[in-house]
């Protein structure tokens, strides 16, 4: 989802990639935390091994809080999202990169306006973009409802989101089972080391 709405999501003030900043440097630290939990393996010492399944505890918290993060935000993302568009419609040919992401959003979506292709009417003295166009551009007549799309990008953009909202909420579910699966693992084997080394002081 993030890959699909990047262009939208970057329009919101509010959008921010901190949390998958945040589970980025959590897999570096894991990946770290793994490579000594080997060392440790090999040379018999557990500790870094029930160290290494806190830190998978904490990967799959994250993840089951991230698909619950994104469907309990999407309310707020739809009523954001409305009114980031109307004001970077109002910009639109003043800012470049916004002007970007509404022409990629407009054509990658099949979409015209917020609303729809009127709301370009309305935002003098906006012209309909050409990136509203269903035709090759330099045959397209903007002023021709033929030849542009006139569904609004706001109602494409949720049908989106609630498209992929279950898939988003399922598979957070899914890939969570494998860290809980490595925390089990981890404490088993560090807890066999423990045993062994026991028994063999006994």
Not at 65 to 74: F, I
Not at 148 to 173: H, K, M
Request: proline share 2%; glycine share 6%; charged share 15%.
């Amino acid at each position: 989802m993030r890959a699909h709405l990047r262009h939208y999501v970057d329009m919101n003030n509010d959008g921010s990639g901190a949390v998958l900043i945040a589970l980025i440097c959590l897999g570096v630290i894991l990946t770290v935390a793994a490579i000594f939990a080997c060392r440790c393996t090999a040379r018999g010492h557990p500790a870094l091994l029930y160290l290494y399944g806190a830190f998978l505890a904490v990967v799959a918290l994250l993840v089951l809080g991230s698909g619950a993060s994104v469907y309990a935000y999407r309310t707020s993302f739809n009523e954001k999202f409305y009114e980031a568009l109307n004001e970077s419609m109002a910009v639109y040919r003043q800012d470049e990169v916004k002007t970007d992401h509404i022409d990629s959003m407009q054509s990658t979506l099949q979409c015209c306006g917020n609303k729809g292709y009127t709301d370009w009417l309305n935002i003098y003295p906006q012209k309909i973009p050409l990136s509203c166009c269903k035709v090759a551009a330099e045959n397209c007549d903007t002023t021709d409802t033929n030849d542009i799309y006139t569904q609004g990008c706001y109602t494409r953009v949720l049908d989106l989101i609630n498209s992929n909202i279950g898939l988003v909420a399922g598979t957070a579910i899914g890939v969570a089972i494998f860290p809980f699966m490595g925390v089990f693992l981890a404490c088993c084997l560090a807890s066999n080391i423990n045993k062994v080394k026991y028994e063999q002081v006994a």
